[in-house]
């Protein structure tokens, strides 16, 4: 069936809800080129201003989905679980977490992408790790969940190409923050990925994409609809992200905490984020019987798959991390609690200092990066380091402390806040 | 001063209020290209349904005349007048009306434009005599106002670009029906062509683009303030456009319909617009003493200066005009009043006989169109001609005879539907 762009942008626009056809295709015709971006970029902030009831939204997903491959794990012996975050700063969850779940028994067939903006990326912080590859073959991706159980790389091109397509329209037309938008393009990559079980990880607060609960937990419902209308086992925990996870935000910095996070130590919310997500992976492939995650921690076997994991990427767990060769310190101000340490400011920081990217076609520094000396709630003497910023270059730190200014305060002790704030399934 | 596309786009998808400065460079910026077609996109869609204040489509107005260049007609020895249409069947106005007030005293510098859809345009109605050029410079729209006291010719593209650019962005993805986008647009054309009054033809009804009297008065109100605020004496007229205006629909069957206008005959109610409108542009002139426009009609002086006009655009105003080849009678099906005759369904007809353009490339028919042997209000018989359709192909007509389902009506006598409105100044 055909439609007339101007149409179903009408449609959309005068406040309407499109059929099952007009979405499926605008969708494909979108992939073919047959409607224009400057036609797609409109009917999208038609979207955003308008809303999508379910059905639509459960369209949209599954006409991106057909856009593209299906992937299919069903010769693994192990059942497939994964977990997606909204992003956050210093969120390395995904690092310890798919090694972990691998040792527990189930398969992570995770695809991945990178920093932009603020919020890190998972595969730019696996890239520091010397020779470790993020691009792989359908094939090559199995091998690597056969011999390892987890496997983190970047999808490919045949994956929900409309999406990709969309998405990057979104990123320069104003159209990023739409719920419906933002569902679709994550679902439709997560199911057709292939995975058996969905932990979505929606971050609330400063630092996240979603600023206030009531908007993350309808993200949440959003995204948990669309996982089971596609047979995928999906549940989501609404987390935190109001200052930043653990105590490294980077590239390099955050693979070293990750690493003693599987060594049995590291930062206690980054732990306690990665064996909440990791026991929920567990409970979504149906391995209720499994060994506990924070037993694989303390027992070694979440790091020999982590070791595993790394190797069959080409990458050496053992090789030194790159270094920065420029460092700068924040030192308290006065004597008293960190009552407050913004996420969204160290963040920024963290950016500017070169660990994150402005546009898709820039580098990152591995080395750059902000480690943390205090979390809030911890007590602070005047001149004690409160912050360590990392670059490759001393121009990096000017811009860098003024993200910083105001993103901290010395006072009293603040109220303890959850990191796990609900769950949803 | 340079911004970022995307922020401004949120700042009105958001509901926020577009600065000066925001506006004049999206405008500039469009215009040079550093603005994406797919960025301006969902711009006018955020335009569309967030609307804008006076402030600001009275800068975005401004903006857009700032594109180009400003014509000037201060060597002319008359003040100039000049008259737009939003659009509508069987709206030749112009064509009689421009000879008219130059018989009067004033200048009229008119720039026109085709159809597109299923309102005709003036120039292709001019086209369809002999020789009759569209395309003049500005030295040669001087020398025809000069010789002949009226012209009409098609807008260089010196002219408002931004606008250029932006109503063909705004005819693919449906956001053509934004009153601050099409206030913004006629205005910004009017007032870069130099004229000292103006008068809008603001049409409401079946066949026009504003389909009710609200809209109509809202985009009125908004054209003659910004027309004011730009030194223009400007009025506008709400006008019906519920039933074609004259008895012809196309393009030469309407120069020889105001050919009838001008040699003091015609349909009454293309003489009624007519007069009307040109006693408002000698008024806007300040050519309170001229000759009455009726007079002009009577005495061949509006004949002569469209014969002149004609001829300084290399047409022949005694040549003859395009004879359509094909033609089909549409018959009264029973007695009584003509109760309807929708503007619209004949507009289609129209289109679908060749009148028409579906897109900008195409090519349109002269001789194609549709004459109407009745009119609302008259008493017609079984089996007369109602309507008669002219075609160079017979197989046009089946998909204008469908346009025109439902189009018409016999019954009780309608009650006279007033053809002027409302005036705003």
Redesign the interface.
Known sequence: MSFD??DV??TK?DGGVLSAEQIDWAVDAYTRGAI???????????I???GMTRPEVARWTDAMIRSGERMDWSELSSPTTDKHSTGGVGDKITLPLAPLVAACGAAVPQLSGRGLGHTGGTLDKLESIPGWRASLSNEEMLEVLRTAGAVVCAAGTGLAPADRKLYA?RD????VESIPLIASSIMSKKIAEGTGALVLDVKVGSGAFMKNASDARELARTMVDLGTDHGVRTVALLTAMDTPLGRAVGNAVEVAESVEVLSGGGPADVVELAVALAREMLIGAGLTDAKDPAEALRDGSAMDAWRRMITAQGGDPDAALPIPRESHEVKAPETGFLSRLDAYGVGVAAWRLGAGRARKEDTVSYAAGVTLHAKPGDEVREGQPLLTLHADETDRFERALEALEGAYEIGGKPDPQPLIIDRIA
């Not at 224009?36 to 038609?46: F, K, T, V």
């Not at 320069?172 to 159209?175: D, E, I, L, M, R």
């Open positions: 762009a101007v942008i009408r626009r224009a971006e400057e036609q797609m970029a409109s009917l999208a902030m038609a955003l201003l308008r329209l320069v037309t104003g159209t």
